[in-house]
């Protein structure tokens, strides 16, 4: 059974940095690639960042480029999203997922917050 743990959202200054985790089981974590997405109210979902199983490639939506990293470890089967330069328009929940034989996986989501 895949299960997916976000951890580390908060509450943050504008300018401030962030990095949340995702302990992931229940599949073999170093084959998929890994996805971080994030929901604001009244918007649709929107992906932040993904991250192949090897981590050997990373891809960013234009709006965090420069300011997100996502990265991974496979010996803790966890995805990373380092996120610095915060800004007010990043406030949402934040969400792990992993797409496997055509089905997607979510976690629970953690709660991200920029405000001053």
């Known amino acids: 059974q895949v299960q997916l743990v976000e951890s580390g959202g908060g509450l943050v200054q504008p300018g401030g940095s962030l990095r949340l985790s995702c302990a992931a089981s229940?599949?073999?974590?170093?084959?998929?690639?890994m996805y971080w997405y994030r929901q604001s109210p009244g918007k649709e979902r929107e992906l932040v960042a993904d991250i192949s199983g090897t981590g050997g490639t990373t891809n960013y939506a234009d709006s965090v480029k420069g300011r997100f990293t996502i990265s991974r470890d496979n010996a803790k089967n966890t995805v990373y999203l380092q996120m610095n330069s915060l800004k007010s328009e990043d406030t949402a929940v934040y969400l792990c997922n992993v797409k496997i034989m055509r089905r997607d996986s979510w976690g629970q989501g953690t709660q991200v917050t920029v405000s001053s």
């Open positions: 229940g599949f073999r974590f170093n084959v998929y690639g």
